[in-house]
């Protein structure tokens, strides 16, 4: 029997070889994959055929079950359900599985995407760790979760969860005007459905700081935990945190891996397998300002299977660490032996308890590789990070130095935002308490993944096919824009197209747009503008347009200006309208000349218009919106009540479209 398994599995993986040296890189897994999930019952039918009796049939996830020991049974189970955009709270939900562990409890990780509405009713205790994206929307992963528990059906169908134990902690940002929405409604809807709150609502605020937030708020509920469940909290440098990842090491191939794996052509590109596109144009669009840089750049991805976008989508970049930062980390890190890392080693990172090979890795790469493309080296480091890397600080006083750093409490947070100004990344804390050597399987594990950086499209497919075009507003120590603005033409870039809900109207081409998008938040309207421009060329009559922009001097920052005054004169847009802030002395903004259109933009919301805002959330957008209340309240006679209502209304059917982002 082992020799009929073994040959049907050497012509598996002679198959799945040949698929991915033909450049079928998605499919190459698929025979292996097959064979894993029909192996057991072929194997069962064949013993059956030949020996003349049933085998018994065991699925390989019961078979590894049945060799686990029985202690985590015993356990009190928690269930951490996490729902992550751009990584941080799959983060913290990783952070709690370990100090889960760590006090005694039997362990689950789910993310929304997996976790189903119906295991409400069944588990015992679930801490939920739930981010908000955008104005008050639910991240990609979360949005059926949501939908199935904010269903009105769900508080009829006679069903209680009143055997259910729960807590969340909300993650968002203070400048949005839906703070942390998503927790809070998910928070209160379990609530009404029966669950049993054993803890408050956790509200973490990117705009403060939501670390601290996030720490307080998890010790507390691990003592609200101890009293119903009957653990031992524990001090977080008592024990260790458990390890539940380790690098595995395989054969050096004959050529580098790339980062991202290869993806089939008829597949679109994404997070996980994004497209290459090339370089095709980085331009610098200020003039005569050396302390600033906002650039335009245009990536070709024919030949890709990018799918056909629309002015308002968003393009996601995946950016890669310096040369430079990668080796400041080789010369820090040290290999699980303790001996210096071989750099070209190739590896993937799987689970500790053997249950699972699945690769916690885009792909399998050398060392050097994953370092560059896959970890955020040059964020500032989470506390439960730096908490693990001191129990590899050798020199007793360094260690006691460093963790009187990171404890839970009001002196050591002062003392850490001192140090996170001196330090900045992790490592800087590592050059700081030098007897530290983190291993780098340890590294691996804890540290932030990097998370793709979105972009406004400033083209649409209707002008520029599968070309994509972006504006690259250009920051001190910025990871993506520090990657991109000195990337030279023909240089390819991993990226993928995300879509939204801010576009221009299809059916009704002829309802009037009110566009107001100041500095790199024009990009969208520069979109908005090349669609418009397409329409009119095939004899669609167009809605009236104003276009709102703004920035700081006419002669230095008004980017797209030839282009915004060609689609004025060709009829594209019909009203443009600039503000420059200081061409003179009294400083002029977008939202000044909003109000000063007051009565022409009542008009034109009378007609139904779409607004679209894009750009600073906390400042701009806030006082546009500011404007607009006013404009209702002036030139339509609303109360302030009434005007508010109406711009939500407007905004609940996709007529007043924001597109806004934070600078933090």
């Not at 059926?144 to 993650?171: C, I, P, Q, T």
């Not at 001090?235 to 891996?257: G, I, N």
């Not at 299809?506 to 329409?535: E, L």
């Not at 903004?589 to 894009?614: P, S």
Request: net charge negative; charged share 25%; aromatic share 10%.
């Amino acid at each position: 029997m082992e020799l009929v398994e073994a040959a049907v599995m050497g012509l598996t993986a002679a198959l799945s070889y040949y698929l991915y040296s033909e450049g079928y890189g998605v499919l190459a897994s698929m025979p292996v994959l097959l064979w894993y999930m029909l192996g057991t019952t072929l194997k069962g039918v064949f013993v059956n055929m030949v020996y003349g009796h049933p085998a018994k049939i065991v699925p390989p996830a019961r078979q590894a079950v049945s060799r686990k020991s029985t202690e985590d049974e015993k356990k009190p189970k928690i269930v951490i359900v996490f729902a992550s955009q751009t990584g941080t709270a799959e983060m913290y939900a990783n952070n709690l599985s370990r100090e889960a562990k760590k006090v005694g409890f039997n362990v689950r990780v789910e993310d929304t995407s997996d976790y189903t509405g119906e295991c409400l009713y069944e588990d015992s205790f679930v801490v939920f760790v739930v981010a908000t994206y955008g104005e008050g929307e639910p991240t990609d992963t979360a949005k059926d979760f949501h939908e199935w528990l904010m269903d009105e059906d769900r508080a009829n169908d006679g069903r209680s969860m009143d055997n259910l134990k729960y807590a969340v902690f909300a993650l968002g940002d203070s400048q949005y005007k839906h703070f942390c929405q998503i927790g809070k409604e998910f928070d209160q809807r379990i609530g009404e459905l029966g669950g049993n709150r054993i803890h408050d609502l956790g509200l973490g605020d990117s705009d403060q700081n939501m670390e601290e937030e996030y720490d307080n708020w998890k010790s507390q509920l691990w003592s609200r935990a101890a009293d119903v469940f009957g653990i031992k909290t524990k001090d977080e440098f008592e024990e260790a945190p458990e390890r539940q990842l380790k690098l595995k090491y395989h054969p050096k191939p004959s050529s580098a891996a790339q980062p991202f794996p290869v993806t089939a052509s008829s597949l679109p590109p994404s997070q996980k397998i994004p497209c290459w596109g090339k370089i095709t144009q980085n331009d610098e669009l200020l003039n005569g300002v050396s302390d600033r840089s906002t650039k335009h750049i245009e990536i070709d991805c024919s030949g890709t299977s990018l799918p056909n976008y629309e002015a308002g989508d968003h393009l996601g970049i995946l950016p890669a660490n310096s040369d430079e930062i990668v080796q400041e980390y080789f010369d820090l890190l040290v290999g699980e032996d303790g001996n210096p890392i071989d750099t070209e080693s190739i590896v993937s990172l799987v689970a500790r308890d053997g249950m699972s090979q699945r690769n916690h890795l885009p792909n399998k790469v050398n060392i050097k590789t994953a370092l560059k493309w896959y970890f955020d080296l040059q964020g500032v480091p989470k506390k439960s990070v730096l908490r693990a890397f001191t129990f590899h600080t050798k020199d007793s006083d360094e260690q006691e130095s460093f963790r009187e750093l990171l404890k839970i409490k009001k002196e050591s947070t002062d003392k850490y935002k001192v140090a996170v100004k001196q330090a900045r990344t992790a490592s800087g804390f590592l050059q700081m308490f030098k007897s530290t050597q983190v291993p780098v399987d340890l590294f691996f594990e804890m540290m932030p993944r990097t998370q793709p950086r979105w972009y406004s499209i400033a083209s649409d497919h209707l002008k520029q096919g599968k070309a994509v075009h972006m504006c690259l507003a250009v920051s001190d120590g910025g990871l993506c824009s520090g990657y991109m603005k000195g990337m030279p033409v023909g240089t390819t870039v991993p990226c993928f197209i995300r879509k939204s809900t801010f576009h221009l109207p299809q059916r009704d081409k002829s309802r009037p747009s009110i566009m107001i998008g100041p500095g790199t938040g024009v990009a969208p309207m520069i979109g908005f503008i090349h669609r418009r421009t397409v329409w009119k060329e095939k004899g669609n009559e167009l809605g009236e347009c104003s276009f709102y922009f703004g920035c700081r001097k006419s002669t230095e920052d008004f980017i797209y200006a030839d282009l915004m005054k060609e689609a004025e004169k060709s009829g594209v847009i019909t009203n443009l309208r600039v503000a420059f802030s200081r061409d003179q002395a009294e400083k002029v903004y977008v939202q000044h000349l909003v109000a000063q259109d007051g009565k022409h933009i009542m008009e034109l919301i009378n007609k139904n218009a779409n607004i679209y805002i894009c750009g600073d959330a906390k400042h701009m957008a806030r006082d546009v919106e500011e404007a607009l209340v006013n404009i209702l309240i002036e030139h339509g006679g609303y109360t302030r009540d009434d005007a508010e209502a109406r711009l939500n209304k407007m905004e609940k059917s996709q007529r007043f479209l924001k597109d806004v982002w934070t600078s933090h």
